[in-house]
Structure formats: structure tokens, C-alpha cells
């Protein structure tokens, strides 16, 4: 969104604060054109937008998942919600919180053949969530990165399941089915117009269909120009660890995380400095 | 048998009460089917609603809608019910309440004085039987006047929430965009913050920070950090400049419930605003309108505390709640939510035209959250078709936020751009007091018609100077 000052003709009155664009990512100093957006900003919007709208509606690539998620140790298992489709999906979110019948039958199928249930300290559900593109290009590099974390300090991980049309609370009945105690689900996250590609995670102590929000704990806004991935693996190494030692999620763990982040906002502006 | 009735044909459609027969009644949209109160067909729609335009006002009186024992809403809305301004419409119908309001002979003054006999379930019903135009009308006929620093609402003028948001409330960032605004003649209803953090002493560094400029500059408007209520009434007890309070409400206690929030509070947090008396002074007495409040389809839904009401009725409700308060503003963050309450470009508009009218009925200060989400059927050109229908219904605020994009809540609302589009098209101007403010700033060019400087005001010329240099 630079470009639109540099050729700007007669038509074109630019705004001379331009010099406050490294003080926010805000489209401010767009110029007009008698009083509207100027073509290049509009275009520039427009793009935007079309990513965004690509992000919600591009399908998840399950199998170029699961190789990744194989590749760093993993089993997988692929499930869907019960919202048969995109359109379903983004109007009845009740259906993408719960799993299909024949995604229950899978996975009940899956847990039958390992009997006697194995120990399971954690199980990770990737789900395409609001953007399926976060999904595929975050996804398996932050599973990979905590599973690094957590090695060597006595973690039994279950099969990663991977969820089309899925919701947060999807990861609930996935981490009761599969006997897992903690479940972390990895979501796309509503694309913003300079977001398209935000990851989220949401973990779960114990989870069972039912749970609400205030028992999870979430990372948000993990992507390039966000919470980069190393980042992102350490803030949920230091919740897993922390919801297994004291066998909660949600409020009651997140007040006492050290990991407050630290905004390190500017607290002068330069309106009223002297 | 309090059941309703319409035959159509050979076939009768029945409605168990007046809360089914609203339900059925409301044009489609998504929350509704959500909820599972939709009607299942279109015939039955119509067939709902041509049942409902016999169902004589003074019904919504006696059935209540949500029960009056356990909810407090409905409480204020009987209780505070004015039987004598109610009089002149007493004796109508839903369907003949429409044909009055549409009339020549029914004005402005006559809206204003029968606002207080009207509950929001008479409202929402005759809203159910308009069409857009119908609903443009009438809303074009009310005038609410409020007051803080400047005066909102005014026969042609159209004023804008500048809404200078940051991810990190990032001081520095939060003015890039308020000059933005300001240079854009946008800011004259309240320039109002998200803030990234409900951390009490980052809202009081933003409180302070907006009454700085508002100060320096002098400027005829006011300032909200849209924190929770709790937190304004801890902050103006803390010595913080705070103008207006805000909150979203509900229209069930239920609902308000999850907000945590109930009318005590909000009685409370307007008590502390009053105390600080920091409202200009008009004809000798304090502006008196000190409350923000934000409202929105589906809300109630999606904490499960609708009671069975369609999503249009509930938001009807709200108004009831923000009237009891004299706000300032009211603003119906209409696409906001998302497409399982609002599907599409279509269900926005109808949305936002039914909300304005609804509070402008109901003798409110209604702007609109022109906007939507990424993952809502909706685009640009549907905003540009709500915008200006609401120009012509004569709303009485818009969001104004840098090229429709705001980076901290991730949604598109309205532009500074697209609002300089409404004043121009439609011929309306800002706040009198602002407009004033704009063209001392020589911001605006002085004369008729609203047309922006094109040289930098000398007033921020310093400021620009400082940002240049600055760290």
C-alpha cells in the first residue's frame, strides 16, 4: 500500500503527512481524489479484501498436512465436523463444534485398535478453522517446533488429528474420544485485511464436549508479521507445561503465566508533546 | 387460547403467541434460523406477518414478550411506559400503526412526543411490515437532538466517530490516525478507542491522552475509551477525564447478564459522568448526555439469552435499556458479528435500516457501525448501498476509521473518504460547532457546501514537525 504516492498526477492531492506511516499500520496519508480513495489505494483495498475472502473459502490440502505432521513423528487422522460444507459451516458454527458420524466411528475405530488405551498427555488438532491458509502454512512448523520443546521431558502424544470444517470446540470431543488429557487446537483465525494467514491456539485441560471458553487458553495472531513461530512454540511449551503440573486450563492458569507479553507501546505522541 | 391465526388458500398457519408471530414475521436472516424461529417458509413469512398487522398495539401491553418476573428489561419497559403519550395510537393496529406513521400528518414533533408511549416490541413489529423505503421514511421524519460539546443530530448533518484504533494502543500510532481523521473534517460525534487492553492504568493513559488534544485544540467533541463499564466508573474514581461512558447492552437481562453488566451499573456509571461535569454549557445548562452504548443483532443469541425472540426484537429491546440513560450515542455495530446472525450484503442492510429505525423511533441518537467481516458475504459495494441509505434516513453518525480498515479488530467499517462521499452526495454537514472548529482550523474552505482545504493547517503544522523528527 505504498505505491500510490510516489506517481501521483495532477488529480491526485496527497496528503504531506505521510512521514506518520511508521507510527502505525493504519491506511492513513492516502490522498484523495476530489474527496475519494485515490486508484491505487482503492485497488490496494481490494486485494486486500480478496485475500482475505480467498483465506475463509480456500479448501484444506488434508494430505500435504498429514506428510508434514508424519514427517515429524506423528500418526494422523483425518476427520470432519458436522457442517458438511463451507456455506453450512460459516452460518450454523453449533455443527462445526462437533464431529461427523463417521468421523466419531473413526476415531472410536482408531482408539479400539491400540486397547489397552495407551497413556496420552496431549493430542494436537489442526483445524482449518476461518482460514485454512494459516492451517497450511503455520500449522505443522509450530507442531514441530513444540514437539522439539517437549522432548525429553516425558510427553506421550497421541495421533494429530486433522479437522475440515472445524471450530475450536471440536478439539473437545476429538481429546475426549482419543483419551488425551490436555488438547491443543491449532485454528484459523478470522482474516483480517492485512491477516490472512493468523494462526490461533487453543488449549484444553481435560476436555469434553461441553467445555467453554473460559477453560482454554489461546494464542492468538501467530503468523510472519505477528507472534513468530519460535515464539509461539515457547508460549505454548510454557502452558502445557504449566496446565499438566497443575492439571488446569483457562482462567485459573492464565493468571499466574509469566509470559505476559510486553507491549512496549510508544505512551507519548506527538500532538501534544511540547 | 391466546394462540394467533392466518389462512391463506386452503391452508391456516397458527403461531403459539405474539413471540412466535414475531419471529415468523421477520424478513429471513441468518440468526433467526440459527435459533431455530424462523419462519420455514416464505409463504408462512407473510402469512406471519399479514396475522401480525391485525394484532392491535395495546397487545404488546398485556402479552409480554420475555417475562416481566425474571427479567429487568421488560420491567423498565412496562413500568416506565407513558400511558398519555401512548394515547393518540392507542386504538391502531400494527398494520394501521404503518399507514399512520406513513402519513402526511404525522411530523417530526409528533414522533418526538409519542416516542415515550411506544415499547420496543410496537417498534419491532411495524418494522416487520416495512420495506426499506418505508423504514428510510419515517426514520427521515424523527429528529433527537443530544449534547456534549457540540450538538449531533440536526436536520442535514451527518456526523462520524473518528475511531483511531491500534493493536498495541500504541500512543504515537493512535495520533497518526487522529490527524488523519481530523484532516478529513471526521470526529465531531466522539473520537472513541477500542482499546487493545482492559488494563485500568492503559485506559487512563488513553483517557488522558485524548483529553490532551481535545484541549489543545480546542476541539467541539468529546472523548470514550470503550472499556467495560466497571472499568470507566474505576477510572473516574481514580480521577481520570473521562466524557462519555460507554457500554454494549442487550436487550434481555440475560444477555446483559453476559456482558456483566444490569441497569444498576449503568445508573451508577452515569451518576459518576454526571459528577464530573464536564459537558459544555447550552442555554445554561450542562449537556446532560454522558453514555456511549453499542448494540448489535444477535447478541443475545450468542449468549443463549433471547428467550425465543427473533434477533431483531431483542435489539428493539436494547433500545429501551439505552433510552433510560440519555446517551449521547447509540450506535448498532451492525455487520460485526458475523454471517451466522447476518448472512450477507442483503441481511446487513435490511439489519442496519431496521436498527436505525427502531431507535429513531424510540426517541434515540442512532448511528451505524457500517461494516462487515471477512467471512460475511459482503463487500464494499454493500457498504457504499447501506451508507447512503442511511444518509438519506437521516442517521445521525457513522464510523470513521483510516481507508475502512481497522487493524486492531480485523473488520472493515466505514471510511473518512466514504464519509466525505455521504456529505457530498447528500448535501449534509458536520456538527455547527465542529464545522466551525474546521473552518478556523482551515481545514474545511469557509461558504456553502463542504469542501476540504487543500494546503496542511498551520495549528498542526508544529506537531507534524515533531513526528518527523521524533524518535
Known sequence: MNTHDSNASDTIIANPWQALRRFTAARIALGRAGTSLPTAAQLDFQ???????????????????????????????KVRSAAPDRNVYLQRPDLGRRLSEDSCHALDARVARDA???????????????????VQAHAAALVSATMDLLRGQDWHIGPAAVAHQGRVAIGDEIGARLGAAIVAVLIGERPGLSSPDSLGVYLTHSPRTGCVDSMRNCISNIRPEGLSIPLAAQKLHYLLTESRRRQVSGVALKDESAVERSIGSRTSNFLTAE | MSGYRHTVGQRSYDFENLRTLMARATPERAGD????????????????????AEVPLRAFLSEVLVPYESDEVTRLIVDTHDTEAFAPVAHLTV???????????????????????????????????MRNQDLILVARKCRVITRFRGTLGEAGRLSTRLQPNHPTDDAAGIAASILDGLLYGSGDAVIGINPASDNLPQVMRLLDMLDGIIERYAIPTQSCILTHVTNTIAAIERGAAVDLVFQSIAGTEAANHGFGIDLAVLGEARDAALSLRRAADFDGHPGDNVMYFETGQGSALSSNAHHGCDQQTIEARAY????????????????????????????????????????KL??????????YTNHAEADQNDMDVLLTLLGVAGCTFVMGIPGSDDIMLNYQTTSFHDALYARKVLGLRPAPEFEAWLQRMQIIAPGEGFRLESGFPGAFRRALGHASEGP
Open chain 1, 47 to 77: 486485494l486486500a479484501h480478496a485475500l482475505a475472502r480467498d483465506a475463509v473459502h480456500t479448501a484444506l490440502d488434508a494430505e500435504a498436512l498429514e506428510a508434514c505432521l508424519q514427517g515429524a513423528g506423528l500418526e494422523t487422522i
Open chain 1, 116 to 134: 489397552p488405551r495407551p497413556r496420552r498427555d496431549l493430542a494436537f488438532v489442526l483445524a482449518d478453522g476461518l482460514s485454512a491458509r494459516a
Open chain 2, 33 to 52: 434460523l440459527l435459533a431455530g424461529v424462523a419462519a420455514a417458509s416464505a409463504t408462512e413469512r407473510v402469512a406471519a406477518q399479514m396475522a401480525l
Open chain 2, 95 to 129: 398494520g394501521d400503526f404503518r399507514n399512520w406513521l406513513l402519513s402526511d400528518e404525522v411530523d417530526g414533533a409528533t414522533l418526538a412526543r409519542l416516542a415515550p408511549g411506544l415499547t420496543p416490541e410496537m417498534v419491532a413489529a411495524v418494522s416487520k411490515l
Open chain 2, 320 to 359: 429501551a435499556v439505552a433510552r433510560h440513560f440519555k446517551p449521547l450515542l447509540v450506535n448498532t455495530v451492525v455487520g460485526f458479528i458475523g454471517p451466522e446472525y447476518l448472512f450477507d450484503g442483503k441481511q446487513i442492510i435490511r439489519a442496519g435500516l431496521e436498527d436505525h429505525f427502531c431507535g
Open chain 2, 362 to 371: 424510540l426517541g434515540l441518537p442512532m448511528g451505524c457501525d457500517v461494516c
